[in-house]
């Protein structure tokens, strides 16, 4: 028992000792970075004019009236909100296929993971690549007979429905891989059940499939959600927050403010409020999880 008593305080300091570098890490480049955004906030520095002012709550009190700051709030919603439904249904009809309706096309799997692990500025380029009127196959194609397809990249809602398309192809295996793991835990026996009354494929989805489903549709999409405010790499190959302001959602915003504009201390300000919208609804996800895994 002695030997034992005096081994413990030993692995307890390799232990510490292992953990050291990652905790050195998180500080150097999370909490570090994290606390200079926030007194950064509160300041009024300038890349151009320097410490213009002490600490001073007029970045806050500024976004309540900037305009460009209101629609890039809602950019970013409607980017985010199409982006999740599109991902969504995606990546569920694709497993709910592959699991349920053709089984055996489960080797391909594979296949359809291989967008999520493709950079976004790649994606970005391929997709800007295809949305080019005059670089896409595609255009190519229709013009050979005679069918001009509209560029989608010169127009609001055309800009818009160009990067959800490119964040869906991108992001939807990640929706198709947890919605595939939730399937693994229906029993088959439901659906055989379900078969000898006389049900069909569609009517088992819908009626059996899609109602088990319903937990983890909820916190895929709240997950999907978070992920999809940082829409940054794909604005800023494919559209350049344009065209005008059509595509500017808050992260592009505040990259503009900080390094465009120089406005360092309120473009903090602008990724404050987003830190705080990513902790509100991290914190809602983090409830509803509790919830569905109490029910």
């Given at each position: 028992m002695n030997q034992i008593s005096g081994v413990q305080p030993v692995l307890q300091r390799s232990y510490r000792l292992m953990l050291?570098?990652?905790?050195?890490?998180?500080?150097?480049?999370?909490?570090?970075?994290?606390?200079?955004?926030?007194?950064?906030?509160?300041?009024?520095?300038?890349?151009?004019?320097?410490?213009?002012?002490?600490?001073?709550?007029?970045?806050?009190?500024?976004?309540?009236?900037?305009?460009?700051?209101?629609?890039?709030?809602?950019?970013m919603l409607a980017l985010s909100v199409f982006g999740v439904i599109a991902q969504v249904i995606a990546g569920t009809l694709i497993a709910v296929g592959l699991e349920k309706i053709i089984p055996r096309w489960r080797h391909v799997r594979g296949f359809f993971v291989v967008p999520f692990v493709v950079p976004h500025v790649a994606v970005a380029l391929v997709w800007l690549s295809l949305f080019t009127p005059t670089l896409s196959p595609i255009n190519a194609f229709f013009d050979l007979f005679g069918i001009t397809i509209p560029a989608f990249l010169t127009t609001r809602?055309?800009?818009?429905?160009?990067?959800?398309?490119?964040?869906?192809?991108?992001?939807f295996p990640f929706v198709m891989l947890l919605i595939l793991a939730a399937l693994q835990g229906i029993s088959t026996d439901l659906d055989e059940a379900a078969s000898i009354d006389g049900a069909t494929k569609m009517q088992v989805f819908w009626r059996i499939t899609l109602p088990l489903l319903k937990p983890a549709l909820l916190m895929v999409a709240l997950f999907r959600f978070i992920e999809t405010i940082k829409h940054f790499p794909l604005i800023y190959v494919m559209t350049n927050g344009g065209p005008g302001r059509a595509t500017q959602a808050t992260?592009?915003?505040?990259?503009?403010?900080?390094?465009?504009?120089?406005?360092?201390?309120?473009?903090?300000?602008?990724?404050?409020?987003?830190?705080?919208?990513?902790?509100?609804?991290?914190?809602?996800v983090a409830r509803m999880n509790a919830r569905l895994s109490d029910a």
């Open positions: 050291l570098p990652a905790v050195i890490a998180v500080l150097v480049f999370a909490v570090l970075p994290l606390v200079g955004m926030f007194v950064l906030s509160f300041t009024g520095f300038d890349l151009v004019k320097g410490w213009d002012t002490g600490f001073t709550f007029d970045n806050f009190t500024k976004l309540a009236s900037d305009k460009r700051f209101i629609n890039s709030v809602w950019v809602w055309g800009a818009i429905s160009a990067i959800v398309i490119a964040d869906t192809w991108a992001s992260n592009y915003y505040a990259f503009i403010q900080t390094f465009q504009n120089s406005k360092v201390s309120y473009g903090a300000a602008i990724a404050v409020f987003l830190f705080i919208f990513a902790a509100i609804i991290s914190f809602w």
